[in-house]
């Protein structure tokens, strides 16, 4: 075991609601025993592959997706798996009743007289697998014949897969009257798509979900779903591999968290309609009114409450007590409990009742009790109290529902702000070499490191530091260039205290990806909780821009290189062009008084022009008499190449020097005529052995005298 004790948690989401909850659950349980909590979005495989934290790490918690484990088992790491059994008889797996909720949902929509009902999920998930056995069994228990065209499979739990469902059973036509999405934001966005398309829920098609996540409580209408003890799975998983670490035998089936059906009104409940169970009853032997009003608020308070349904009724609302207190004292004129208690149980109320249908309904329910007190009393002045009583509770409830619409407003607001903060830092500052973390400190987070792959050692990956911050300045930064292997990253030395076991914080480890594979890692220290509450899909895009941000800089880098390399080939080609230039018009002294000029290959303006230059340099510096020009390397004698030839021959002329041209065919000589260029005062060759021969000649006494000139 390592001395700095951790568990490390592999999943591939790390921000969203449910892995949240469930960190939570696993936190409380580490912190216990000491141990810190890492937290890496990615799969066994890429883990085991990449080396992330494996020296850090004595045991390891997987979730949602198994494979791979026995690469950690294989190497004396125990495993706890979560919602994903493996077949490996070495790992617990902790896993939601998913069988079992999903067949109460089933039943419920049953009961409502529903037959015709539809079911969404992904199918390639071992939990909605669960969920969709529990939906084929609760059709078989009820005797209705099981139609494999109400199945509906999509890619994820995401609501627009949610709403691709819908609108692919719209598209359809399939008669049905109900839906169970196997998930609630799948459920959220079938709503979506539903109600967009004119269907009333639940009139004409009811809908439930599975995980009673905090959005299905705020839904319109509120959403039937499943709930799940996120925190249970968590805080068992955790205590599990912590047995598993200390040496106690631990079972590895059994571990199942219990689920509640929580009826809202989308699969057609009311609030104070839904069945009463023995808790939402009135205590037995009940003294007086007031106990019987206690259970009946109560009752509409467990119909759309954010508590747990398993807890004892009075927990739901403990301050219920003083609410009736405050009725009867209106009705009866004795004085009333204090201001602020009364307006702080409203608050409590409408905290844990997202409903306003059923926090009206608790209020009216209220009014009835005081009239019914008024009926009794036949007092005038009461009724004027009570109905001053019911007026403030309704402003209190109001104010309260305003302050939470408000507050989740400024969020909004300020998520905003983030984003553009955010982009700032990561597309526009970053590119000037600024920094690529400082936006962390707007996120609640203590601490951040951005590392990215480099040369690997013998021992395996390793990361070269880009950047760390820490926000509270509470912890060592390593500096720019540090080398440190991936099985050691993040070290505790460089962690602030939030990060340590006693503390609240979470280290979580997000790979970064380009197109051409990995490309770092980005180290975060944050709240265990979602910081401000943020979606897990606003941290994926911020991972996309700082990974897009690398990619950046490393094309910037790349381009950088290779305009470097482009300058310094275009410096060798100018070095060579000048040596070809120099050798472009060599003039080679071949008798006193005669030069040679061969020329190879085409012969442009600037070529002929540097031809005319060295020709004329070279007759004044060798007071050469004769000029023996050899085009027969020109591959085309065109216009081009006459006006040089005419050019050179003319002030060589001058400077009193003949002007032979060798290599001059007799169709070229005529082409050249043809276009009106005059070749006179040049004498011409078709061969340099002949012209060589002719000037031998003509030098010797008696010779013949010299040809033609054309």
């Keep these: 075991m390592s001395r700095d004790r951790a568990i490390g948690i592999m999943c591939p989401d790390i921000w969203g609601a449910y892995f949240c909850q469930v960190l939570g659950g696993i936190q409380s349980a580490a912190r216990r025993f000491g141990y810190r909590v890492i937290a890496i979005r990615s799969s066994p495989r890429d ?14 918690i997987a979730a949602v997706d198994p494979t791979g484990i026995e690469l950690f088992l294989d190497a004396g790491q125990p495993v706890v798996t979560l919602s994903a059994p493996s077949r490996d008889a070495r790992c617990p797996c902790v896993l939601p009743d998913n069988h079992g909720g999903a067949l109460s949902a089933i039943h419920h929509l049953i009961e409502h007289g529903h037959r015709r009902i539809v079911f969404a999920g992904n199918m390639a998930q071992g939990d909605i697998r669960q969920r969709f056995k529990a939906y084929q069994d609760a059709l078989a228990a009820r005797g209705i014949p099981f139609d494999p065209g109400l199945v509906i499979e999509i890619p994820d739990n995401e609501r627009a897969s949610g709403q691709l469902a819908a609108k692919r059973l719209l598209a359809s036509g399939a008669p049905c ?29 009811a809908l439930v979900g599975f995980d009673d996540i905090e959005s299905a409580r705020y839904a319109a209408p509120p959403l039937t779903t499943v709930r799940q003890q996120f925190d249970w799975i968590g805080r068992t998983a955790a205590q599990l591999l912590i047995d598993r670490l200390a040496g106690v035998a631990v079972p590895g089936a059994g571990h199942v968290a219990p689920t509640t059906l929580i009826p809202r009104r989308s699969c057609g409940c009311v609030p104070g309609g839904a069945r009463r169970d023995r808790r939402s009853r009135p205590p037995e032997g009940a003294a007086d009114w007031k106990d019987t009003l206690a259970g009946e608020l109560l009752e509409l308070m467990s119909f759309s409450a954010a508590s747990d349904r398993g807890a004892p009724q009075a927990h739901t609302w403990p301050e219920v007590a003083e609410v009736i207190e405050g009725l009867e004292a209106a009705a009866r004129g004795a004085p009333p409990p204090p201001r602020a208690a009364l307006a702080r149980a409203w608050r409590q109320a409408v905290h844990q009742m997202p409903d306003v249908d059923a926090l009206l309904l608790l209020v009216d329910r209220l009014e009835r009790a005081g009239r019914a007190l008024l009926r009794a009393e036949g007092d005038a002045a009461a009724e004027e109290r009570v109905a001053a009583y019911v007026r403030q509770a309704r402003r209190d409830v109001m104010a309260c529902r305003v302050a939470i619409e408000r507050a989740r407003a400024d969020y909004l607001n300020g998520l905003l702000d983030i984003n553009l903060v955010v982009r700032k830092t990561l597309l526009e500052d970053a590119d000037g070499g600024g920094s690529k973390l400082s936006w ?9 490191c951005l590392g990215v792959w480099d040369t690997p050692s013998e021992s395996g990956p390793v990361l070269r530091i880009v950047e760390s911050a820490c926000p509270g300045g509470q912890a060592a930064s390593p500096p720019a260039g540090t080398r440190i292997a991936a099985e050691e990253f993040p070290p505790r030395a460089w962690l602030p205290a939030s990060a340590h076991p006693e503390d609240d914080h979470v280290m979580r480890l997000l790979p970064l990806r380009g197109e051409d594979g990995e490309r770092g890692l980005l180290a975060i220290s944050a709240p265990v909780s979602s910081p401000l509450g943020l979606d897990h899909r606003d941290m994926a895009m911020w991972v996309a821009m700082l990974s897009t941000s690398l990619e950046r800089a490393r094309l910037i880098e790349s381009l950088i290189a290779q305009e470097g390399q482009a300058r310094a080939a275009y410096e060798r080609e100018r070095a060579l062009a000048d040596a070809v230039r120099r050798l472009g018009c060599p003039v080679i002294p071949l008798d006193q008084g005669v030069l040679l000029v061969p020329l190879i290959g085409a012969i442009d303006a600037g070529r002929a022009g540097q031809v005319l230059e060295v020709v004329l340099a070279e007759i004044g510096r060798q007071e050469a008499e004769v000029l023996l020009m050899d085009i027969t390397g020109v591959p085309v004698a ?22 032979i041209v060798v290599g001059m065919r007799p169709q070229v000589a005529q082409g050249f005529t043809q276009l009106g260029i005059d070749l006179h005062g040049m004498t011409l060759y078709p061969t340099l052995g002949k012209a060589l021969t002719a000037l031998r000649n003509r030098r010797r006494p008696g010779s013949e005298p010299r040809a033609p000139r054309a």
Excluded: N, Y
């Design 47 to 60: 883990v085991h592959r990449l080396k992330l934290a494996r020296g850090l790490i004595d045991g390891w």
């Design 177 to 205: 009257t109900a839906m169970f999405v196997a998930t609630d934001q799948g459920a959220l966005g079938a709503m979506d798509t539903l109600l967009a398309a004119g269907r009333r829920i639940p009139e004409d098609i």
């Design 440 to 448: 962390l400190s707007a996120l609640q987070m203590s601490w951040g």
């Design 638 to 659: 065109d216009p081009q190449v006459a006006q040089s030839l005419l050019k050179t021959a003319r002030a060589a002329v001058l400077l009193g020097a003949e002007v």
